[in-house]
């Protein structure tokens, strides 16, 4: 499905933050290294080297800025070939239990980035 069609049903703002992620196929128990695009209330956005289905569960690492991680943990929801390349767009649905947390890092980058 092409990403402007996910754009159209977004119901939580997202937020632009690039960050180095490290996940863990959770089917399959493979690793892989990606890339956050953004985040919003109920999930993030990835780019990464491996084409991940619908459904997959991941365990997700952000590594922040301050040298901190950030463990979530979610579903793909969709997965895109980028054009002309080996990477996918991957959005992430996260789990019930997670939302709170991510919920404050946002509230937290709002305050202090004035996002």
Known sequence: ???????????FTRFTLILPVRYVNLKTKAEGKARMRDISD?????????????QTPLEVWLQM????????RGEVAWSQKLDESEEYLVGVNLKEAELKAVQLVLKAMQSRFNV
Do not use: A
Not at 2 to 10: C, S, T, V
């Open 42 to 54: 109920k999930g993030i956005g990835l780019e990464v080297q491996e084409k991940l289905v619908v």
């Open 65 to 72: 800025p301050d040298g901190g991680c950030f463990y979530v």
């Open 1 to 11: 499905m092409p990403r402007q069609n996910h754009e159209d049903k977004r119901r």
